[in-house]
């Protein structure tokens, strides 16, 4: 359990923190927002915790195993199918909080073939949080966003 509360920590804040800064950026209007950010720093965390703490039962300098390349690998291949769901439409962005998702899910597997059994489990419930609970936080930020600041005489002249 002290290896779980353990690895706990660097999760939690990681989306403590990717909330923190998503924030920010719905205050701004800014398209990637809350779910995505934290949904990143979680599945970040957590593809750094399974690199280093899954595959302890594996002989160092085995030849031809190397898991946290296996690990690299996955992160690499699933980003590129992450873009595959994201796209522009009238200067909106859509798809981003699904590539996040994606992401964070990969790291999750990742977490539960190295091992990771608690932890991979603790941040899946975080995740389905994250996707559920701020969506009617962004709803509030989205409605009381910043206005634009009017321009000063002299600004982007012409």
Known sequence: MDDFLNQL?????????GILVGAEREWQGKPAGMRTHALIAVG?????????????GIEPGTPGVDPARIAAQVVTGVGFLGAGVIFFHRNLVYGMTTAASIWSVTAIAVACAAGLYWIAVAVA???LL???GLAPVEDWLAKHVRPERPKK???GGG
Do not use: E, I, N
């Open 130 to 132: 994250v996707v559920a």
């Open 153 to 155: 005489p002299g600004d």
């Open 125 to 127: 419930v975080m995740h």
């Open 9 to 17: 920590g660097p999760v939690a804040l990681a989306l403590v923190l």
């Open 44 to 56: 970040a965390a957590l593809f750094v915790l399974a690199g280093r703490y899954g595959f302890g």
